[in-house]
Nanobody, 118 residues
Framework: QVQLVESGGGLVQAGGSLRLSCAAS????????MGWFRQAPGKEREFVAA????????AYADSVKGRFSISRDNAKNTVYLQTNSLKPEDTAVYYC???????????WGQGTQVTVSS
């Protein structure tokens, strides 16, 4: 059974940084994509970033390009989201999700809260 566990959220002032982690377990992930999504109160969940587990290709939402960076540690089955230059509008619950490349995300973590104060 696949499990995804996020950590690293918290309260930070605008301009600050946080590193979110998502530890995956339960299977091999070589043909999978790990994504980060976020959902702010009263808003729909939105895509933030994704990384292909096997080749390391990445993708980012326009709103976070140049500020956020996604990476992976294959040995630890962990994906990271480095968030820099945080803005109050980045405040949301951040979720990691796992899915086969080119298909929907089938597995989701429980989420970690990121709050950016102005």
């Amino acid at each position: 059974q696949v499990q995804l566990v996020e950590s690293g959220g918290g309260l930070v002032q605008a301009g600050g940084s946080l590193r979110l982690s998502c530890a995956a377990s339960g299977r091999t992930f070589s043909s999978y994509v790990m994504g980060w999504f976020r959902q702010a109160p009263g808003k729909e969940r939105e895509f933030v970033a994704a990384i292909n587990w096997s080749n390391g290709n990445t993708a980012y939402a326009d709103s976070v390009k140049g500020r956020f960076s996604i990476s992976r540690d294959n040995a630890k089955n962990t994906v990271y989201l480095q968030t820099n230059s945080l803005k109050p509008e980045d405040t949301a619950v951040y979720y990691c999700a796992l899915g086969e490349a080119g298909k929907r995300y089938d597995y989701w973590g429980q989420g970690t809260q990121v709050t950016v104060s102005s």
